[in-house]
C-alpha cells in the first residue's frame, strides 16, 4: 500500500506559477510511477503529466507542454509538478496518483494509489 499526500496549491493569479508536491509513504516509492491528474468542476479527471520509477520516461498533457514539468526525488519518496504560465483553463483539483511500474502511464485506471488533491485556482 502507498499513501500519497499532495500539498503546494493556492491561489494565483494568471501567468504566475505553483509547485505541487506529492508526499509517499509506504512501499518501495522508487519502484512506481507517479502521475498527476487533474479534475475541474463539471469535468471529467484528466491526464496531467506522468514520470517513470527512475525519471527517464516522462508525458505530458498536449495542454501543459512546455508549462509543466514533472520531476521526482526518489530519496525524499515525493514527486513534484512546477507549474508555470498558470491561466484559468488550469483551475482544477489536482491528484497525485501511483502505480508500479516503469514506464509513465496516462491512463487513470492503470494507477492503483490516489491522494486527497489540492486545490488550484487560476484567477485571471
Known amino acids: 500500500q502507498v499513501q500519497l499526500v499532495e500539498s503546494g496549491g493556492g491561489l494565483v493569479q494568471a501567468g504566475g506559477s505553483l509547485r505541487l508536491s506529492c508526499a509517499a509513504s509506504?512501499?518501495?516509492?522508487?519502484?512506481?510511477?507517479m502521475g498527476w491528474f487533474r479534475q475541474a468542476s463539471g469535468n471529467e479527471r484528466e491526464f496531467v503529466a506522468a514520470?517513470?520509477?527512475?525519471?527517464?520516461?516522462?508525458s505530458y498533457a498536449d495542454s501543459v507542454k512546455g508549462r509543466f514539468n514533472i520531476s521526482r526525488d526518489n530519496a525524499k519518496n515525493t514527486v513534484y509538478l512546477q507549474m508555470n504560465s498558470l491561466n484559468s483553463e488550469d483551475t482544477a483539483l489536482y491528484y497525485c496518483?501511483?502505480?508500479?511500474?516503469?514506464?509513465?502511464?496516462?491512463?487513470?485506471?492503470?494507477?492503483?494509489?490516489w491522494g486527497q488533491g489540492t486545490q488550484v485556482t487560476v484567477s485571471s
Open positions: 509506504g512501499r518501495t516509492f522508487s519502484r512506481h510511477v
Open positions: 496518483a501511483g502505480r508500479e511500474g516503469v514506464t509513465a502511464t496516462r491512463t487513470g485506471y492503470h494507477y492503483a494509489y
Open positions: 514520470i517513470g520509477w527512475s525519471g527517464g520516461s516522462i
